[in-house]
């Protein structure tokens, strides 16, 4: 097999353990419930990985006649941070970075390098100016003119510094340029391949009508959130609320008014919660039965947020078509308790209570 074929799979090979690293570190922050963005994740960990690969594929050919070998799969690594994962080195981190690798590739003493130098910085800024500013519909237009431009430009300098013949140059030139598109194609298929699970993964732990959280959701938040508790003796409240005669509303104005009303219910609730703190979690967990974590809260600092919750949906006036529907909601709350061994030990807790709105009037809050 020709060194360009094998030349391709290794490069493919290359992007796709980046890609799984990044995928499995990245679950384990989540997790792990490291707060930490992915914006910062993909930064570091991007420039890492592609250090460490260009600076050990270099270190077998430094000080030798041909250490330009692998000079495409170095220009393909930085096409690769600066288009593709989009991360912006500004001069003070880059400037150091090529210092570095020129007095390690022994090559600081040739202007060539030097010229060298400043186009792969040039390139680079380019590419990501490009990424950041996508406003047609044909990227890969200016993508290709940029990694061609800059690619012939390099190599030039480099064609200079080793007194490569005119066909190295073109060939070499040739095979960046095939070796470019190749990438851009495999990294759009990768992402898109991304994106189509993050929205499946989304789905699955969203309710389709409210747009909150599922009860899928709630059993995988519960279940970290209360090992967390027990573990760290931390504080942890619940909350569950339904609609009282939710039924009554449904045969009465028909199922649509009833979606209506749920879609308007967890609005409400939802903007309530971001204004008071984002850290509490709400969940549809049933037909028009809905839990709030209060991670780290005791019963006392719930009160302020369930009562606003409570006395917001109850004074709700619902508007479907000519008709004004006016509803009630019930709850219960309680707190984690050192007797409770598992999350469901919690939930029935706040379930009786619910239960105990319910058949003492409705329209009432039961804590204990």
Not at 5 to 16: A, D, H, P, Q
Not at 50 to 57: A, N
Not at 137 to 146: D, E, G, K, S
Not at 355 to 362: I, Q
């Amino acid at each position: 097999m020709s060194p360009f074929i094998t030349s391709i799979f290794f490069i493919l090979g290359v992007f796709t353990l980046y890609q799984v690293l990044y995928d499995w570190i990245k679950s384990l922050l989540h997790i792990k419930k490291i707060n930490l963005s992915d914006n910062v994740f993909n930064s570091w960990f991007g420039v890492l990985y592609m250090l460490v690969f260009i600076f050990s594929m270099q270190a077998s050919l430094v000080g030798r006649s041909i250490s330009w070998e692998f000079m495409n799969f170095q220009i393909i690594a930085l096409v690769f941070c600066a288009y593709f994962l989009n991360i912006r080195l500004p001069y003070y981190f880059f400037v150091p970075i090529v210092l570095v690798y020129m007095v390690f590739n022994d090559s600081i003493g040739y202007w060539q390098s030097w010229c060298h130098a400043f186009s792969l910085m040039s390139a680079y800024w380019t590419m990501n100016y490009l990424r950041r500013h996508e406003t047609n519909n044909h990227p890969f237009i200016n993508y290709i003119l940029a990694g061609t431009f800059f690619g012939s430009l390099m190599w030039f300098f480099v064609k200079l510094k080793f007194s490569l013949t005119w066909s190295t140059f073109f060939q070499e030139w040739f095979y960046l340029i095939i070796f470019e598109i190749l990438l851009y194609s495999y990294v759009t298929m990768i992402l898109r391949d991304s994106e189509i699970k993050l929205h499946l993964l989304d789905f699955a732990n969203h309710d389709a009508l409210t747009k909150i959280e599922n009860y899928a959701a709630y059993t995988s938040e519960m279940k970290y959130l209360f090992s967390a508790s027990t573990h760290n003796r931390l504080n942890m409240s619940m909350m569950m609320f339904d609609i009282d005669h939710f039924k009554q509303v449904n045969d009465t104005y028909g199922h649509l008014a009833g979606d209506k009303v749920l879609q308007q219910v967890a609005e409400v609730v939802q903007t309530i919660i971001a204004a008071n703190d984002p850290k509490v979690k709400f969940y549809r967990t049933g037909g028009e039965e809905f839990n709030v974590l209060f991670p780290g809260y005791d019963l006392k600092s719930t009160e302020l947020i369930v009562n606003e919750i409570f006395s917001a949906i109850n004074h709700l006036d619902i508007v479907i078509g000519d008709k004004h529907i006016k509803i009630s909601i019930s709850m219960g709350v309680s707190q984690i308790s050192k007797k409770d061994e598992v999350p469901n030990d919690l939930y029935k807790r706040v379930d009786n209570n619910l239960y105990h709105s319910k058949e003492n009037g409705r329209m009432q809050i039961t804590v204990n």
